[in-house]
């Protein structure tokens, strides 16, 4: 896991993304990202919707 900081961004605070995830991801700047917490783990997830969305992982073939 990569360590990110908090900055200000006018009377809001924000976390940047990573360089390499936002070209892996193909994300540009007002994509739509699904925010979800989760306050008793102290957890915050993201989801990119993006339909230039890369797939981290290769799809699998069901076995015959």
């Known amino acids: ?17 990573p360089s390499r995830l936002v070209k892996a ?11 979800e917490i989760s306050l008793d783990q102290t957890q915050i997830s993201y989801r990119f919707d993006s339909p230039r969305q890369l797939t981290l992982t290769p799809r699998l073939s069901p076995k015959t």
């Open 1 to 17: 896991m990569r360590e990110q900081k908090i900055i200000k961004a006018g009377n809001s605070l924000a976390i940047t993304l």
């Open 25 to 35: 991801l193909g994300l540009r700047a007002g994509d739509a990202v699904c925010v």
